[in-house]
């Protein structure tokens, strides 16, 4: 046991230190406190029973027992957004009525974002300290924003965009350190002090940094220099959560509430020019109740209401550019009065006003509203080792449909959420836990005249995948009770095993053979060939040194410039090989592999101002790899790996640092 208590610290220490961008669809809020909770619509203020559900509720640490829990799922957003006439935005009313509405700027662009797979770890760890009082501590994903537009939805006139492309990528984590109190049989309470750090870059908004040069009062930014292009900045903060949770009817019926203060965070000095307060962005103030009935034993009804307060944050609810008053004209003047800073400053008529430009107290935000969650989820025992569950998650987008010209940058428009999953006891101290949710699709579309880029029209929908194991030492006093009555053996898992793997993927020898192909040009191509990959696989260990392994490895993408011409191309594959393993020492083995892969290539190409051409190239080709496993449990694995997609002119290299389980 100590051991194995050794290993989960060394884990989690691990995994805090981690920057894995989390994307949010409660606003920016994830939709629950770990894949188990999302498995459930996300429900956690009455009902939690893992580690990560005290970031719901500090009281479920009084039901969780002794456990360490670790996680990563695969997140998966596909977004899309334009500007000016390409958002096909109608003029309903005057002169030009029926016609699109089209900025006097000449904004024209559309894009779907490139960045369309992250992941997200989580982990946690409870224990009883004595037998009424308890503490843990939890380190997952807040929530984020992500968007990289290769296409600068925020470029205006016949010419190029001041940047090629346009995005952000913020990444919010939480740790709640938790103690929690049991005061008599029927009632706990729980509180929490919250740590949070974000990182936050933003690219792309040059367009905005010089509009001041049409003349005095007309500038978007209060300080162009650190609006855009500055990389990454981090903010670190602290907030409190306070949770208590009452059984009732038999311990049929358990009420929860949970309050969890504005957490205040150090601004963003590279980016005080973008949000308000010279850079402010504090995590808004959310609170909730919830309830699970049990009808019986083995089955939970359980439901949350949730308020997330992002109107209270400045930098989030100031209202941006928006709709100009006098729609129905089109014409610069009134485009420009759509615009905050420039209406603030004729209104007054003052040339030089500036309250509302972009950086300031009173600055453009993202001019989101509150946002009032509801959450329902079911849980089943099957038998003595299946628990399966399901849920549905529903919040209104706190966009307002005029505030959508910031909110191209987060489109956090979804709103309703369906998920599945299960926990399969795989011995008495462990559990499977997986889950998938399915985010629909959702648009918004702002009103014609949309300030100063004409109309704005954006979409999003999202997949969420989720895998954690639980290492179970003391399942707490209820928990048990919740599997079905039925006796099964389970299913046979000798010589299965699974892992992931996350790291960088490289194209080789892309400017050469690009260069080969376009033939000769005034300069030599310059591409990117380096990028975040990762890859999930399973596998079946035939004896101690023959295996086979097939998964699937995402490889994203790199770009290359050639004079006008730009190159995208986005691959991932499915995998199929055969595993050899040498053994060195008792723990440590040499793995090698030789197989086949199928490549999936998406190849974008744009020359100039041209339309962006877009073309597939799938095939099978030959896929080998060597690496290194290090035993870290009995069933827990350490892996680092090395391995080539042979492309013929395009090999494609990925080298991968992660985990195998044995099942």
Same mark, same amino acid.
Do not use: C
């Given at each position: 046991?100590?051991?194995?208590?050794?290993?989960?610290?060394?884990?989690?220490?691990?995994?805090?230190?981690?920057?894995?961008?989390?994307?949010?669809?409660?606003?920016?809020?994830?939709?629950?406190?770990?894949?188990?909770?999302?498995?459930?619509?996300?429900?956690?203020?009455?009902?939690?029973?893992?580690?990560?559900?005290?970031?719901?509720?500090?009281?479920?640490?009084?039901?969780?027992?002794?456990?360490?829990?670790?996680?990563?799922?695969?997140?998966?957003?596909?977004?899309?957004?334009?500007?000016?006439?390409?958002?096909?935005?109608?003029?309903?009313?005057?002169?030009?009525?029926?016609?699109?509405?089209?900025?006097?700027?000449?904004?024209?662009?559309?894009?779907?974002?490139?960045?369309?797979?992250?992941?997200?770890?989580?982990?946690?760890?409870?224990?009883?300290?004595?037998?009424?009082?308890?503490?843990?501590?939890?380190?997952?994903?807040?929530?984020?924003?992500?968007?990289?537009?290769?296409?600068?939805?925020?470029?205006?006139?016949?010419?190029?965009?001041?940047?090629?492309?346009?995005?952000?990528?913020?990444?919010?984590?939480?740790?709640?350190?938790?103690?929690?109190?049991?005061?008599?049989?029927?009632?706990?309470?729980?509180?929490?002090?919250?740590?949070?750090?974000?990182?936050?870059?933003?690219?792309?908004?040059?367009?905005?940094?010089? @509009? =001041?040069?049409?003349?005095?009062? $007309? *500038?978007?930014?209060? /300080?162009? +220099?650190?609006?855009? %292009?500055? !990389?990454?900045?981090?903010?670190?903060?602290?907030?409190?959560?306070?949770?208590?949770?009452?059984?009732?009817?038999?311990?049929?019926?358990?009420?929860?509430?949970?309050?969890?203060?504005?957490?205040?965070?150090?601004? @963003? =000095?590279?980016?005080?020019?973008? $949000? *308000?307060?010279?850079? /402010?962005? +504090?995590?808004?103030? %959310?609170? !909730?109740?919830?309830?699970?009935?049990?009808?019986?034993?083995?089955?939970?009804?359980?439901?949350?209401?949730?308020?997330?307060?992002?109107?209270?944050?400045?930098?989030?609810?100031?209202?941006?550019?928006?709709?100009?008053?006098?729609?129905?004209?089109?014409?610069?003047?009134?485009?420009?009065?759509?615009?905050?800073?420039?209406?603030?400053?004729?209104?007054?008529?003052?040339?030089?006003?500036?309250?509302?430009?972009?950086?300031?107290?009173?600055?453009?935000?993202?001019?989101?509203?509150?946002?009032?969650?509801?959450?329902?989820?079911?849980?089943?025992?099957?038998?003595?080792?299946?628990?399966?569950?399901?849920?549905?998650?529903?919040?209104?987008?706190?966009?307002?449909?005029?505030?959508?010209?910031?909110?191209?940058?987060?489109?956090?428009?979804?709103?309703?959420?369906?998920?599945?999953?299960?926990?399969?006891?795989?011995?008495?101290?462990?559990?499977?836990?997986?889950?998938?949710?399915?985010?629909?699709?959702?648009?918004?579309?702002?009103?014609?005249?949309?300030?100063?880029?004409?109309?704005?029209?954006?979409?999003?929908?999202?997949?969420?995948?989720?895998?954690?194991?639980?290492?179970?030492?003391?399942?707490?006093?209820?928990?048990?009770?919740?599997?079905?009555?039925?006796?099964?053996?389970?299913?046979?898992?000798?010589?299965?095993?699974?892992?992931?793997?996350?790291?960088?993927?490289?194209?080789?020898?892309?400017?050469?053979?690009?260069?080969?192909?376009?033939?000769?040009?005034?300069?030599?191509?310059?591409?990117?060939?380096?990028?975040?990959?990762?890859?999930?696989?399973?596998?079946?260990?035939?004896?101690?040194?023959?295996?086979?392994?097939?998964?699937?490895?995402?490889?994203?993408?790199?770009?290359?410039?050639?004079?006008?011409?730009?190159?995208?191309?986005?691959?991932?594959?499915?995998?199929?090989?055969?595993?050899?393993?040498?053994?060195?020492?008792?723990?440590?083995?040499?793995?090698?592999?030789?197989?086949?892969?199928?490549?999936?290539?998406?190849?974008?190409?744009?020359?100039?101002?041209?339309?962006?051409?877009?073309?597939?190239?799938?095939?099978?080709?030959?896929?080998?790899?060597?690496?290194?496993?290090?035993?870290?449990?009995?069933?827990?694995?350490?892996?680092?790996?090395?391995?080539?997609?042979?492309?013929?002119?395009?090999?494609?290299?990925?080298?991968?640092?992660?985990?195998?389980?044995?099942?």
């Amino acid at each position: 046991m100590k051991r194995n208590y050794f290993a989960l610290t060394a884990l989690a220490t691990a995994l805090a230190f981690a920057h894995a961008p989390a994307l949010a669809t409660n606003g920016y809020f994830l939709p629950g406190s770990g894949f188990r909770a999302q498995g459930m619509g996300g429900v956690g203020i009455a009902f939690g029973r893992d580690s990560l559900s005290i970031n719901a509720n500090p009281a479920n640490i009084t039901k969780t027992g002794m456990r360490g829990d670790l996680g990563f799922g695969v997140f998966n957003p596909e977004r899309y957004g334009a500007t000016g006439a390409s958002a096909a935005v109608p003029i309903t009313t005057g002169p030009l009525a029926g016609s699109p509405s089209v900025a006097s700027f000449g904004f024209d662009r559309a894009s779907e974002s490139d960045s369309k797979y992250f992941i997200i770890p989580e982990m946690g760890m409870t224990m009883p300290l004595t037998e009424n009082l308890f503490a843990g501590f939890a380190v997952l994903g807040n929530g984020g924003m992500n968007t990289t537009y290769s296409t600068n939805l925020f470029g205006f006139g016949a010419g190029q965009p001041v940047d090629q492309k346009l995005g952000v990528d913020m990444m919010q984590l939480l740790v709640p350190l938790t103690v929690g109190y049991k005061v008599n049989e029927n009632h706990s309470v729980g509180g929490a002090l919250v740590l949070a750090e974000t990182r936050f870059r933003a690219y792309g908004l040059g367009a905005f940094q010089t @509009f =001041d040069a049409a003349g005095p009062g $007309f *500038a978007i930014t209060a /300080d162009p +220099d650190n609006l855009t %292009n500055n !990389g990454f900045d981090y903010s670190y903060g602290a907030g409190v959560k306070l949770g208590w949770q009452g059984e009732y009817l038999d311990d049929k019926v358990t009420l929860g509430v949970v309050y969890t203060s504005r957490t205040y965070m150090t601004k @963003f =000095d590279k980016y005080r020019g973008l $949000f *308000a307060e010279q850079g /402010d962005f +504090d995590i808004p103030e %959310n609170y !909730g109740v919830g309830i699970a009935f049990k009808p019986i034993k083995n089955l939970v009804i359980a439901a949350d209401v949730l308020r997330i307060n992002y109107a209270d944050i400045a930098s989030i609810g100031n209202r941006g550019p928006q709709t100009a008053p006098t729609p129905y004209i089109n014409n610069a003047f009134n485009q420009q009065q759509g615009v905050q800073s420039i209406a603030d400053a004729r209104a007054d008529g003052n040339a030089t006003s500036s309250a509302t430009e972009t950086g300031n107290d009173e600055g453009m935000g993202f001019g989101w509203k509150n946002q009032t969650v509801y959450k329902l989820g079911v849980q089943y025992g099957v038998n003595n080792r299946l628990l399966v569950r399901a849920g549905y998650n529903y919040g209104k987008s706190p966009i307002p449909n005029d505030q959508l010209t910031f909110g191209l940058l987060a489109p956090a428009v979804v709103e309703r959420h369906y998920s599945a999953g299960f926990t399969y006891k795989a011995s008495d101290e462990l559990e499977v836990t997986g889950t998938y949710m399915y985010v629909a699709s959702n648009s918004q579309t702002s009103p014609p005249f949309q300030n100063i880029v004409g109309g704005v029209t954006t979409n999003m929908h999202q997949n969420l995948f989720g895998l954690t194991l639980g290492w179970v030492l003391d399942p707490g006093p209820v928990a048990l009770d919740e599997y079905g009555e039925g006796d099964w053996d389970g299913i046979n898992f000798d010589g299965w095993y699974g892992g992931f793997g996350f790291g960088q993927s490289k194209y080789r020898d892309v400017a050469s053979y690009i260069d080969a192909e376009v033939g000769p040009q005034a300069s030599p191509t310059i591409a990117n060939t380096r990028s975040e990959g990762w890859k999930v696989y399973t596998g079946y260990q035939f004896n101690k040194y023959l295996g086979a392994e097939g998964g699937y490895a995402n490889l994203n993408d790199m770009t290359a410039t050639t004079g006008t011409l730009r190159t995208n191309v986005n691959s991932d594959a499915w995998t199929l090989a055969a595993v050899g393993t040498l053994p060195v020492t008792d723990k440590l083995s040499v793995i090698g592999k030789v197989g086949a892969a199928y490549v999936l290539a998406d190849i974008r190409a744009k020359a100039g101002t041209a339309l962006t051409q877009r073309s597939g190239d799938d095939s099978y080709e030959p896929y080998y790899g060597v690496g290194v496993s290090y035993a870290l449990l009995d069933n827990v694995s350490l892996r680092a790996e090395w391995e080539r997609f042979d492309r013929k002119d395009l090999d494609i290299d990925l080298m991968t640092a992660g985990f195998a389980v044995k099942f």
